[in-house]
């Protein structure tokens, strides 16, 4: 029975090699489903997602179209490590590693939301609280 668990690989980001396309290592060619996948979706922590096309050029396979788009939300430079979760079907899910080797997340901006720190709304009295109330 065909192993179907996740797999996964890293690259180190090099712009001058990744910044329009990334190369996938070619031991990894395996674990692609027949058909060949033309786009797969990179999705990050958040559940941001991409759209990425693959490439075949002989044996080497290669993220293209969609890809730039990636490195520029992401911030990308060099000195930055990838890994890439593959789910063997047509989804990566990306883990972005920083210069000190610690996953990065990214802040998206938050919604403040008052919330009322008394049950039913009513304020709670304790000793220190009761001059407030006379």
Not at 12 to 31: A, R, V
Not at 87 to 94: E, G, K, L, P
Not at 102 to 123: I, K, L, T, W
Request: aromatic share 14%; hydrophobic share 30%; charged share 30%.
């Amino acid at each position: 029975m065909a192993d179907t668990g996740e797999v996964q690989f890293m690259k180190p980001f090099i712009s001058e090699k990744s910044s329009k396309s990334l190369e996938i290592p070619l031991g990894f060619n395996e674990y692609f489903p027949a058909p060949f996948p033309i786009t797969v979706d990179l999705l990050d922590y958040s559940g941001r997602s991409w759209t990425v096309r693959m490439k075949k050029r002989g044996e080497k396979v290669f993220l293209t179209v969609g890809w730039e788009n990636f490195v520029k939300d992401n911030n990308l430079e060099d000195g930055k490590y990838l890994q890439f979760i593959y789910d063997r079907d047509r989804t990566f899910y990306v883990i972005i590693y920083g210069h000190n080797m610690c996953s990065e997340y990214r802040d998206f901006p938050q919604v403040a939301v008052e919330v009322d720190d008394y049950e039913n709304g009513e304020e709670e009295e304790d000793g220190d609280d009761q001059d407030k109330h006379q």
